[in-house]
């Protein structure tokens, strides 16, 4: 299984590997991708590593999400903290292809999802850093999927602070009703399974909050598509 997910990384030469800087012919070479890659069980609802697969975590029974489901690839840490920060802040959309197929690799064969929509930017985050990193791979993960995808459905009209500067119940406060839903694209939603795509779930909040726009708007369920989950939340 690794290493035909591996051999699918063969695409561009020559390439340096984000993650060894070894010149191949892929942006992230197949030995790392085996190494740092590997699945792992996780809570079906939140994506937290856990010891069993099929399981769901004791905070998402006392407390379940609006999200129904997160499929994730991999942990946020090392190597893929550093892969991350590069491709949201330092321009490396070339990277672009790779987490897509890295993410899509993760997700189940038949993931029940009829629409992709990324989690998207404030307009000031857009203007500072140039693109929409989880369009980026929203829309390269649909097309590997052969799913529609839309970047202006769910948006972020007003900027938040940095949710990375925040407690818990401050990003809650924060991001209550940061997300609406555009009105031109609201038909598009109507009784829709929705998969929302991200770079990295940590508290699931902004997952919690995205999640709940939609469902207020009429779509039928939500599912998180994560490239990478923090270890706690
Ligand atoms: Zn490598
Ligand atoms: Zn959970």
Request: proline content about 6%; aromatic content about 8%; glycine content about 6%.
């Amino acid at each position: 299984m690794l290493s035909a997910v591996a051999n699918h990384f063969f695409c561009h030469w020559p390439s340096q590997c984000g993650v060894c800087r070894q010149w191949g012919t892929q942006a992230l070479c197949p030995d790392c991708v085996a190494r740092f890659a590997a699945p792992s069980t996780r809570c079906m609802r939140c994506g937290l590593r856990l010891g069993l697969a099929g399981m769901v975590c004791g905070n998402c029974l006392r407390e379940p999400p609006a999200f129904v489901k997160t499929c994730c690839a991999v942990d946020y840490g090392f190597p893929w903290d550093r892969v991350i920060t590069a491709f949201k802040f330092e321009d490396r959309l070339d990277w672009a292809p790779a987490l897509a197929k890295l993410l899509h690799h993760a997700l189940p064969a038949a993931p029940e999802v009829d629409l992709v929509l990324p989690i998207p930017l404030s307009a000031q985050r857009l203007a500072e850093r140039g693109y929409k990193q989880a369009w980026e791979m929203a829309r390269r993960v649909a097309a590997l999927r052969r799913l529609p995808a839309h970047q202006d459905c769910l948006l972020r009209p007003w900027d938040t602070a940095h949710q990375a500067d925040l407690g818990r119940r401050e990003r809650q406060l924060n991001l209550r009703r940061a997300f609406m839903v555009d009105t031109r694209h609201r038909a598009l939603l109507q009784g829709q399974r929705i998969a929302l795509v991200d770079d990295v779930m940590t508290t699931g909040t902004t997952a919690q909050e995205a999640s709940s726009a939609l469902l207020r708007a009429g779509a039928q369920n939500v599912q998180m598509w994560v490239l990478a989950r923090t270890e706690s939340a």
